[in-house]
């Protein structure tokens, strides 16, 4: 049983960083891709930043530069490292698992079955 829970998430503000936590992996080495989403109120969910198991990441335009996506598997623990944020970073974020579907040079995507709950981050300006 997979059950992904987000922590780390508060009110921050702006240009300072925040540390995103997931747990709840039964064994992280299980999935071929992670990431983690974002939804903010009145916007579609958003990729943010995504993880394969043999470490290679992507991030949005958005945040490449200022948030990291890593993972320590002896913890089955997936963190988002997020710096310099500000008002436009303010959302509900998700972590997620799954599968490796795709992978074309240093791009790929990932097909999610396990999502968490999502823990709020509030960026205030």
């Known amino acids: 049983q997979v059950h992904l829970v987000e922590s780390g998430g508060g009110l921050v503000q702006a240009g300072r960083s925040l540390r995103l936590s997931c747990t709840g992996f039964r064994n992280i080495a299980d999935f071929t891709a992670m990431a983690w989403y974002r939804q903010a109120p009145g916007k579609q969910r958003e990729l943010v930043a995504a993880?394969?198991?043999?470490?290679?990441?992507n991030y949005s335009d958005s945040v490449k530069g200022r948030f990291t996506i890593s993972k320590d598997n002896s913890k089955n623990t997936l963190y988002l490292q997020m710096m310099s944020l500000n008002s436009e970073d303010t959302a509900v974020y998700s972590c997620?698992?799954?599968?490796?579907?795709?992978?074309?040079?240093?791009?790929?995507?990932?097909?999610?079955?396990?999502w968490g709950q999502g823990t709020q981050v509030t960026v205030s300006s």
């Open positions: 993880i394969t198991n043999f470490d290679l990441t």
């Open positions: 997620a698992a799954g599968r490796l579907t795709e992978l074309t040079g240093r791009r790929f995507r990932g097909d999610y079955d396990y």
